[in-house]
């Protein structure tokens, strides 16, 4: 795309003194920066939030201005960086064709907490801050088999140094002490992460935490302080290049840091929340007490289709999502997997229609207009398999269903360690160091490797003793060969016809 001379030559930075003179096919706050306030804290201030939750909130902010963002994260400056200096201003580019674009103002201040700790704290203890979300994916959670895991290096620090944290735990609890010890209410804290059960979850890892550090704080936490489930979903490659230069080229600004996602969109959420909320339905959010249904079809289905997709696609070679739905094989066989496999195990909440569901992911799969790579979605498998896959293997165990596909898919894992760790490419995952030593004993030999991997308890849990999981783990290993695209395809298509 060219830019023209109207639209400015790109050299300034996006800014609130900007916003008046943006292109007028750029949407942007309906409502004054300056007169929002901040209601609610985010933790992790990735793409995910930036793209899914804050422009949900930038809707409702011109008839309800306290519930402004403060986005927090835990690490990396580089957030606050880029978005400082833009008065916490960017773009969300919704991936149609053609692109829509819209500059979100929800978040009004942006804060890491590895160097600003105190500000943070002020936030969380601040009266005007009612909510607390986060996106800090799985691993975020410090959790093993489900619980909080308390010889975690992070959860250790925090425990010696409770105020001054490192762990999202960590962070929380600290909040709500001191919120605690000034006499004011404690908080919602919302999860927007891909865990089945997202709320509960956090809410026993918390109370876990504060009963190791004051008993009586554990009590006033479970009392007072809500954790409502949620289901999020839409889809958000991470930013590149070419998405950088357009949004550039479309204001006419330089925007350090620009977000994308595709148009479709959905936030579930339990109504709970202890200290009220925003009218959050008026901006498409909806409430129900059927979490569980909607979260394991969608973390099953989509995100377990995904990591299929991931794993497989990358040892074919294959290098997006739209990519691997164009590849017959692989798309028949993930088609099969999700009607036959998957389907069987949800407990869909009234109104959903799962094959019209599935249907509908696999077009999402497929837009065109958008460049969701397969790397990406491979990272954390040790995190994301139990949650998308290994509960289906797990229900399909006990219903006695057929595992071959399913196992196809955990065996394509494998595979994908084994091929990294042996040809040298680093592995992104929070046990990237234990897969890099097990990928490299692998001889290919389908016993032996499949027994190395097992040993992965944090991974299986139970799933390693069962006898009808394990050999079905071990043919399906061996049924991809040595894990190129020569071996895969045709086990692929065996699968997807037989
Ligand atoms: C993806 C998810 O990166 C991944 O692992 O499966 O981020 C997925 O795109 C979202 O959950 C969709 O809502």
């Known amino acids: 795309m060219t830019r023209t001379p109207a639209q400015g030559d790109g050299s300034s930075r996006l800014d609130a003194s900007q916003l008046r003179a943006l292109p007028t096919r750029v949407d942007r706050p309906d409502y004054d920066l300056a007169s929002v ?10 793409a995910f939030h930036r793209a899914h939750q804050a422009p949900c909130i930038d809707r409702l902010l011109a008839s309800e201005p306290d519930w402004a963002i403060c986005a927090v994260s835990l690490r990396s400056t580089e957030v606050r960086e880029a978005l400082r200096p833009q008065d916490g201003l960017y773009t969300l580019a919704l991936q149609t064709e053609p692109p829509q674009w819209r500059v979100i103002g929800a978040i009004r201040e942006v804060l890491c907490a590895a160097d600003e700790g105190a500000a943070v704290l002020a936030r969380l203890a601040g009266p005007q801050v009612r909510i607390v979300t ?37 962070w929380l609890v600290a909040g709500l002490r001191l919120r605690r010890e000034r006499g004011l209410g404690a908080y919602t804290v919302a999860s927007c992460d891909n865990l089945a ?20 704080l554990a009590s006033w936490i479970k009392r007072e302080a809500s954790f409502p489930c949620s289901m999020v979903d839409s889809i958000t490659p991470v930013t590149d290049a070419a998405l950088r230069q357009r949004v550039d080229d479309v204001l006419g600004l330089h925007d350090a840091w620009p977000v994308q996602r595709e148009p479709f969109t959905q936030w579930v959420i339990e109504d709970r929340f202890c200290q009220g909320r925003p009218n959050l339905a008026a901006a498409g959010v909806i409430y129900s007490d059927d979490i569980a249904g909607f979260d394991r079809a969608k973390l099953r289905l989509l995100n377990g289709a995904h990591s299929t997709l991931a794993y497989l696609g990358s040892l074919l070679e294959l290098d997006s999502v739209a990519d691997a739905m164009a590849h017959p094989p692989l798309a028949q066989f993930v088609d099969r997997l999700m009607r036959q ?33 397969l790397a990406q979605i491979a990272w954390d498998g040790t995190q994301k398999l ?14 006695g269903r057929p595992l071959q596909r399913l196992c196809l898919a955990v065996a394509g894992w494998m595979h994908f360690v084994r091929r990294q760790a042996q040809a040298g490419v680093a592995l992104v995952d929070p046990m990237a160091a234990e897969l890099k030593t097990l990928g490299q004993s692998c001889d290919g030999a ?41 071996d895969v395809a045709p086990a692929l298509l065996a699968e997807a016809e037989g």
């Open 197 to 216: 059960n997202n709320g509960r979850l956090l809410e026993a890892a918390c109370l876990r935490y504060a009963q190791e550090l004051d008993p009586d």
């Open 341 to 373: 496999d998957i389907q069987p195990s949800l407990r869909p909440p009234a109104g959903l229609d799962v094959g019209d569901y599935i249907t509908a992911i696999q077009s999402r799969f497929r837009n065109p207009a958008i460049r969701h790579r």
């Open 446 to 486: 389908p016993q032996t490797d499949v027994s190395r991997f097992l040993s992965l308890s944090g991974v299986y849990g139970a799933l390693a003793g069962e006898p009808r999981f394990v050999s079905a783990l071990q043919q399906a290993y061996g049924a991809l060969g040595d894990g190129s695209g020569a």
């Open 134 to 170: 986060l996106t800090v994916t799985e691993k975020g959670y410090c959790l093993s088999g489900g619980e909080l895991d308390l010889a975690h290096p992070d959860i250790q620090h925090d425990l010696a140094e409770a105020a001054q944290p490192r762990s999202v735990i960590g």
């Open 37 to 46: 306030r901040i209601g609610i804290v985010h933790l992790g201030a990735g």
């Open 386 to 399: 139990p949650v998308r896959l290994l509960g289906t293997v797990a229900d399909a165990l006990t219903a």
